[in-house]
């Protein structure tokens, strides 16, 4: 025991000494050239670009802008001017008049992967264990096509996978956003999916979040069946390397993942348990929040105190609608350009899951959309509180949410919530670049920012749904064609 002492003390030195992170280093490196994987994707290469007689929509929440001339050299904004005035020399001019153009989106609940589902039937009968199958060259190009340049990955089933996918984007060798890498799901005991680790006590999540970031990952994610202790630890330590953590809660209450100092929270107010009836501690019910939602409106006394909580505690909130809009009594079937996109079996399982839900009895139906109702008005009761709301779309299984169109419908759908189309373009820019403490690069237009721009045709400030119509996306100065994209990864969604 006596001989331990000093290899203790200098592991726990170690640990203290543990130098923070320079977020803006790792996730936005210097930009690579495009290699030959990824020219065939590039429509206009990085130099002196005027978008001219543009209208500008700054991502800040300011009314848009008319006649407006970008002007971009190398990866950076230099300049935001009158359409009247002239273009400096040297300026390739791209004459964008009746396009828009807005911030690439900042999607903060991105995932690369898919759940499968083993032998998945239209009865929604599957087989142990649930698979999840890495989507490491589909996902990243259907980000970049949708006007993503910068993504949360928000849970990682293989973090060496996405830690190495990062370095090749970053490299030039793959086509992508930049990428916050999360580190592997803090999770407890319990999980349904095989392929996570369980963590052993509060030492373990300790031991987990500094690996990972000595691994390269610039974010946490803790999981459903979390203790408090262990999500305590994993909080401390990674506060300790500058990093943040986020949750999908269950077992741990939103009120008490407060008090613990989490960061943020995801899937809105959809997973708060702290009303669910026999809410045992650090235990997921099996209701896993549907109760605490059907009781709480943005009007009710637990609605406002938790808010309330929320705000003075500085945690965000990741809206992720898509994932849930099965509920909307508005909810329609994807449309053929998002299905041709699927492999044929994501396609099955997506019509076999919706089938499930056009039967639902008439009852159910009722209160899935009641629950709906309750989650936009507590989102626009936390904004209205000042509370920092960001939003991503959670895409995984049976191909209800795409990546990248999901990030698209994600700003839509705040919309329908009751926020007007600039503001919740600002959630969907500005707001994930402020939570990564990236806003003085990324999430609005304005001189001296990284030029990851989308231009899309129509306007999306009065049409919101004009965000679908992607013309051209700009990382790092470099413009993408969203068309051979999508092309290159039809029909393959769900296999790789």
């Not at 741990?252 to 613990?260: H, I, K, M, Q, R």
Request: hydrophobic share 45%; with cysteine.
């Amino acid at each position: 025991m006596i001989r331990r002492i000093p290899i203790l003390l200098a592991s726990v030195a170690l640990v203290a000494a543990s130098p923070k992170v320079d977020m803006a280093a790792r996730i936005l490196p210097p930009p690579a050239a495009p290699g030959e994987a990824v020219k065939p994707f590039v429509k206009m290469p990085a130099g002196k670009t005027a978008l001219a007689h543009v209208r500008v929509i700054d991502g800040a929440g300011a009314p848009a802008v008319e006649d407006r001339t970008v002007l971009i050299d190398g990866g950076r904004i230099v300049a935001v001017q009158a359409g009247s005035d002239p273009v400096p020399a040297g300026y390739a001019v791209s004459d964008l008049s009746g396009d828009s153009v807005m911030p690439g989106i900042v999607g903060m609940h991105d995932h690369q992967y898919y759940i499968a589902r083993p032998n998945l039937d239209a009865s929604g009968h599957s087989d142990a264990p649930l698979m999840v199958p890495q989507m490491a060259f589909s996902s990243p190009r259907l980000y970049l096509a949708s006007g993503v340049t910068t993504l949360r990955t928000t849970g990682s089933v293989e973090p060496y996978t996405d830690l190495n996918m990062k370095a090749a984007i970053d490299a030039g060798t793959l086509p992508g956003p930049h990428m916050d890498v999360t580190g592997p799901y803090l999770e407890g005991s319990g999980s349904p999916f095989i392929q996570m680790h369980p963590l052993k006590d509060a030492a373990d999540a300790t031991r987990t979040v500094n690996f990972w970031a000595d691994q390269g990952a610039t974010s946490f994610k803790a999981y459903m069946n979390i203790s408090r202790a262990e999500l305590k630890a994993a909080i401390e330590a990674a506060h300790a390397r500058g990093l943040k953590v986020t949750g999908h809660l269950c077992s741990v209450s939103y009120p008490e993942a407060a008090a613990l100092g989490i960061d943020d929270l995801e899937h809105g107010f959809w997973v708060n348990t702290q009303l669910d009836p026999g809410k045992a501690p650090d235990v997921c019910p099996d209701s896993s929040g549907g109760p605490t939602l059907q009781a709480m409106t943005a009007e009710s006394a637990e609605g406002k105190a938790l808010i309330a909580l929320l705000v003075a505690h500085h945690v965000a909130v990741t809206s992720t609608l898509p994932v849930f809009e099965g509920s909307s009594p508005h909810y329609r079937t994807l449309p053929p350009r998002q299905l041709e996109l699927m492999s044929p079996e994501a396609r099955t399982d997506y019509f076999y899951v919706r089938t499930l839900g056009l039967a639902r009895p008439a009852a159910r139906t009722a209160q899935a959309a009641a629950m709906w109702g309750n989650e936009l008005g507590l989102e626009r009761a936390f904004v209205a509180a000042g509370g920092l709301l960001l939003a991503g779309p959670d895409p995984t299984g049976g191909g209800q949410v795409l990546p990248g169109f999901g990030d698209q419908r994600a700003i839509e759908l705040l919309v329908e919530a009751g926020f007007s189309p600039v503001e919740a373009i600002r959630i969907g820019t500005l707001n994930g670049a402020t939570y990564l403490g990236l806003a003085d690069r990324i999430g609005s237009i304005a001189a001296g920012k990284h030029a990851d721009l989308v231009v899309v045709k129509g306007d999306p400030s009065t049409k919101i749904a004009d965000i679908e119509n992607v013309v051209t996306v700009f990382k790092d100065g470099v413009g993408y064609d969203p068309a051979p994209l999508l092309a290159s990864v039809r029909g393959r969604y769900g296999q790789y």
